[in-house]
């Protein structure tokens, strides 16, 4: 029996998907602001994050399920080279031809611990973890007015403007 590290409505989450996702957040932020990685309060606060970032993903599958929403095949393929559109360059900006990309790609599911099958699978309950969103939140959400909006933005830009003059 593995061990979890969270139970949501009786699902559990279990330690390595929460380590796989976790090292994943940690890679994505040691690669973009290595200097922040440093600070152990952010690494606490990544991890932090990746485990509320997990109940709140079961928590929307787990709605999804009961509004009985699907996720489509051609939808996970879409999200798969969406994804694998990521890897036609390498860390230099040069372009890589369709294999080299590939092995890039799997070389990444290598190291976050997953195959294939649990990538599409993750992918399959982000989707579906979207859908609720737009289907249940977004739907539901009434944009401000215009005027609101630009009342807003003024008052944004001149308190940047007053902080701008005071340094």
């Given at each position: 029996?593995?061990?979890?590290?969270?139970?949501?409505?009786?699902?559990p989450i279990l330690l390595s998907e929460y380590q796989k996702e976790a090292a994943t957040a940690l890679d994505y932020w040691s690669r973009t602001n290595p200097a922040a990685m440093a600070d152990p309060a952010n690494v606490?606060?990544?991890?932090?994050?990746?485990?509320?970032?997990?109940?709140?993903?079961?928590?929307?599958?787990?709605?999804?399920?009961?509004?009985?929403?699907?996720?489509?095949?051609?939808?996970?393929?879409?999200?798969?080279?969406?994804?694998?559109?990521?890897?036609?360059?390498?860390?230099?900006?040069?372009?890589?031809?369709?294999?080299?990309?590939?092995?890039?790609?799997?070389?990444?599911?290598?190291?976050?611990?997953?195959?294939?099958?649990?990538?599409?699978?993750?992918?399959?309950?982000?989707?579906?973890?979207?859908?609720?969103?737009?289907?249940?939140?977004?739907?539901?959400?009434?944009?401000?007015?215009?005027?609101?909006?630009?009342?807003?933005?003024?008052?944004?830009?001149?308190?940047?403007?007053?902080?701008?003059?005071?340094?």
């Amino acid at each position: 029996m593995e061990d979890t590290v969270a139970v949501v409505n009786g699902s559990p989450i279990l330690l390595s998907e929460y380590q796989k996702e976790a090292a994943t957040a940690l890679d994505y932020w040691s690669r973009t602001n290595p200097a922040a990685m440093a600070d152990p309060a952010n690494v606490r606060k990544i991890r932090e994050g990746t485990l509320e970032e997990l109940i709140t993903r079961d928590l929307l599958v787990q709605e999804g399920a009961k509004l009985k929403l699907k996720v489509r095949e051609r939808e996970i393929e879409n999200a798969v080279d969406e994804i694998k559109a990521r890897f036609k360059k390498d860390e230099n900006g040069k372009d890589l031809d369709e294999v080299a990309a590939d092995a890039a790609f799997r070389t990444q599911l290598k190291t976050e611990g997953i195959d294939l099958g649990q990538f599409r699978e993750r992918l399959s309950r982000q989707i579906m973890a979207r859908k609720v969103i737009d289907e249940q939140v977004k739907a539901k959400t009434v944009p401000p007015p215009e005027q609101d909006v630009k009342e807003y933005f003024d008052k944004i830009k001149g308190y940047i403007a007053s902080k701008s003059t005071e340094a």
